[in-house]
């Protein structure tokens, strides 16, 4: 079961979990922290401590004083200093009591992360709709645009949760490719492959001399001369898939920074986002029983034309 948070969802901002060592080098938990997060001005730090905004499991606020091994966790709100602005809106699909659907565009994440937290589509949305129990079902990398789902209330969040869970989701992709020297690799196909992530890991590795654990259905929309336009139905949703699988048959994504090749961090380029879009959502609602099916309002750029 899920740790509860002790503070409440602040300015569309839930708080932060963090573990604490029992025992080590530092005499408070404040010195933990300070060194912890050693990049950001110690003073910055300890003043939310005096301010009573970092805080025990039982809600019981925990000073600059707190010896450590009082505490397993702590909860505090992150501030990240100097956040990027981005300058692309949420578009609202569709909402009713439970669901709220929406087109999440290029460059904006899901959730809260990295550098980047009142620009995710989670807070904003919050503030919008004045909820803080919205919650995602499921998450879009930064760079994909495309349908994202939320869940508005509790009460039935885990029957739209277990939908995901039990793959009884249909999801339908775009992307805009390129083709190889090679010529176009032979279409429709299923790719398969065994892929793993670490945490904090950038890409997705692939395992050939293990039992595929992805799976993605790739077929041709539209081929130009450069360029492809095609459709994926992933069957299983591992970090990167679609983006790993297509670059591993020949066909990276225009606007990839991290597949086939890892390039060096660059800012975001509005001029050439990603050109992979979420396209369609489909399943059998778990509550009445009757099919459900959204599909984006977005397209992408760079699609080859007739």
Do not use: C
Not at 127 to 146: S, Y
Not at 165 to 179: H, L, W
Not at 199 to 212: I, K
Request: glycine content about 6%; hydrophobic content about 40%; overall charge neutral.
């Amino acid at each position: 079961m899920a740790m509860r948070a002790p503070l409440p969802v602040r300015d569309g901002v839930g708080p932060t979990r963090l573990r604490v060592p029992r025992t080590g080098p530092w005499e408070t938990v404040a010195d933990y922290v300070t060194e912890r997060f050693s990049h950001i001005d110690p003073e910055i730090l300890l003043s939310r401590f005096d301010r009573g905004e970092v805080v025990a499991v039982d809600g019981s606020v925990i000073t600059r004083r707190t010896p450590l091994g009082a505490e397993d966790f702590i909860w505090y709100y992150r501030e990240p200093p100097d956040e990027p602005a981005i300058p692309y809106e949420v578009m609202v699909r569709h909402v009713d009591d439970d669901l709220l659907v929406v087109d999440k565009p290029h460059f904006l994440p899901t959730t809260p992360g990295g550098g980047f937290l009142q620009n995710s589509a989670l807070v904003r949305l919050r503030r919008e709709f004045d909820n803080p129990d919205l919650t995602p079902i499921h998450r879009l990398d930064r760079a994909t645009a495309g349908l994202v789902m939320f869940s508005i209330r509790p009460a039935t969040r885990g029957a739209y949760q277990s939908l995901f869970a039990d793959r009884a989701v249909e999801k339908v992709y775009e992307a805009v490719t390129t083709i190889p020297e090679t010529g176009m690799p032979e279409l429709p196909r299923v790719v398969r492959s065994h892929l793993t992530s670490t945490r904090g890991s950038l890409r997705a590795v692939a395992h050939e001399d293990r039992e595929p654990n992805a799976e993605t259905r790739v077929e041709a929309i539209r081929v130009g001369a450069t360029t492809a336009h095609v459709r994926l139905y992933p069957r299983t949703g591992r970090m990167h898939q679609l983006r790993a699988h297509l670059a591993g048959i020949g066909l990276g994504i225009l606007g990839d920074r991290f597949y086939p090749d890892l390039l060096d961090e660059a800012p975001d380029d509005p001029a050439r986002p990603l050109q992979l879009l979420a396209r369609e959502l489909r399943f059998v609602d778990p509550l009445s029983g009757t099919p459900r099916e959204f599909t984006t309002g977005l397209t992408l750029r760079e699609a080859p034309r007739v």
